[in-house]
Antibody
């Protein structure tokens, strides 16, 4: 059974750096083809893909946010971390961690999401 | 950047068929995936690779994709199908995963 759970701050000040952690179970990021990603959803708005990291440490980023994003993995801890710099109120959203298989891909398992509010 | 356009809302009576479209330039050349999102919940994959269903998704959910429009069809609609639905593709030109604008399905 694949599960993913996001954790991180609920409130972040503008210009700060946001760090989100995804802890997963039921699969290994050492398995060929597997990827873990992040998708966000501003309140009342559509889904927006942010980043993906694959079993072979291949990393992909949303082109418009590439300069602000960093994704890393720790396979021994079954953990993926997303870092977003220079946070802005427009980054207020629910952030979801996702499981994928193969590339290019779809997102077949999702975490429950964590709401991050950016405000001074 | 690649844009996927969906109707904001679709209304359907119970037992009828709902069709949700997803328009994009030559979308027929892409694999399209569909997600269902109920209020306050995470999205759930309901169709992948245009027409395949994950385990546990009812056969009432089906998909098609051709030319400039992909379609998610929900047959014999139930009250529990009321949700937002999003299409998604991978844009090879920009290496970007793109979601549609979303469609709210209301069961009358």
């Amino acid at each position: 059974q694949i599960t993913l759970k996001e954790s991180g701050p609920t409130l972040v000040k503008p210009t700060q750096t946001l760090t989100l952690t995804c802890i997963f179970s039921g699969f290994s990021l050492n398995t060929s083809g597997v990827g873990v990603g992040w998708i966000r959803q501003p309140p009342g708005k559509a889904l927006e893909w942010l980043a993906l990291i694959y079993w072979n440490d291949d990393k992909r980023y949303r082109p418009s946010l590439k300069s602000r994003l960093s994704i890393t993995k720790d396979t021994s801890k079954n953990q993926v971390v997303l870092t977003m710099t220079n946070i802005d109120p427009a980054d207020t959203a629910t952030y979801y961690c996702t499981h994928s298989w193969a590339t290019p891909t779809y997102f077949d398992f999702w975490g429950q999401g964590t709401l991050v509010t950016v405000s001074s | 950047s690649y844009v996927l356009t969906q109707p904001p809302s679709v209304s359907v009576a119970p037992g009828q068929t709902a069709k949700i479209t997803c328009g994009g330039d030559d979308i027929g050349g892409n694999s399209v995936h569909w997600y269902q999102q109920k209020p306050g919940q995470a999205p759930v994959l309901v169709v992948f690779d245009d027409k395949d269903r994950p385990s546990g998704i009812p056969e009432r959910f089906s998909g098609s994709n051709s030319a400039n429009t992909a379609t998610l069809t929900i047959s014999r609609v139930e009250a529990g199908d009321e949700a937002d639905y999003y299409c998604q593709v991978w844009d090879r030109d920009s290496d970007d995963y793109v979601f549609g604008t979303g469609t709210k399905v209301t069961v009358l």
